[in-house]
């Protein structure tokens, strides 16, 4: 049997999804402990995590043809993880990790990426920020949005794949400057007074 274009789509923007809520279900501990300076820390952690990021991602991109089109997913999670780990030990030299949410780490994770769709988690009040508790139903609501817009931003970078080494150094180059992105909000979350929840 012939699967059609958009059901292989529909596959994989279901995959993604997955591997987004697998990616929020664990908050990571962190031994990051309040810093008397945790903006300065915070840019430490961000470069750490985008240069492990890109590393990883570069790495996983050099397999050629189909083989590098294996790799996609589990380059997607492990980066994902990386930052995970990256947000809660910003939290940590904020010294919030204790109230660091699954809403948050998915704002975090997916903003700069996709503002529209996390905005469910998220309302502002002034300069702050406040998060709902959301249901399971509402982060898969959240993570099959994202799979979309994810999937899309996949298949479009997809020849990449094909170039080993330039597509590599391509890929990298995103995985760090994602990385960033992701550092920029949680920095700019944990810099409020305090975080709270509705």
């Not at 990051?32 to 903006?39: G, H, L, Q, R, W």
């Not at 570069?58 to 930052?83: F, K, N, Y």
């Not at 780990?85 to 919030?96: E, L, P, T, W």
């Not at 994602?178 to 909000?185: E, F, I, L, R």
């Amino acid at each position: 049997m012939i699967q059609s274009p958009h059901s292989d789509r529909d596959t994989a923007q279901h995959r993604v999804a997955q591997a987004i809520l697998d990616a929020i279900s664990l908050i990571p501990g962190t031994q990051e402990v309040k810093s008397a300076t945790p903006e300065s820390r915070a840019h430490a952690i961000q470069t750490t995590a985008a240069l492990k990021a890109a590393a990883v991602s570069g790495s996983l991109a050099l397999p050629p043809g189909p083989w590098g089109m294996l790799t996609v997913i589990p380059d997607l999670l492990t980066i994902w993880r990386i930052q995970a780990q990256m947000v809660a030990d910003i939290a940590g030299a904020f010294g919030k990790q204790a109230s660091l949410t699954r809403e948050q780490l998915m704002y975090c994770l997916f903003k700069h990426a996709a503002a529209q769709a996390v905005r469910d988690l998220a309302a502002r009040l002034g300069e702050r920020l406040l998060f709902r508790r959301a249901t399971l139903r509402t982060l898969e609501t959240v993570a099959q949005r994202l799979g979309v817009k994810v999937t899309q931003r996949m298949i479009a970078t997809s020849a990449s794949r094909w170039l080993p080494v330039l597509g590599a150094v391509g890929v990298a180059g995103y995985a760090y400057y994602d990385t960033q992105q992701v550092a920029s909000t949680a920095l700019t979350l944990f810099q409020q007074p305090d975080l709270e929840q509705n």
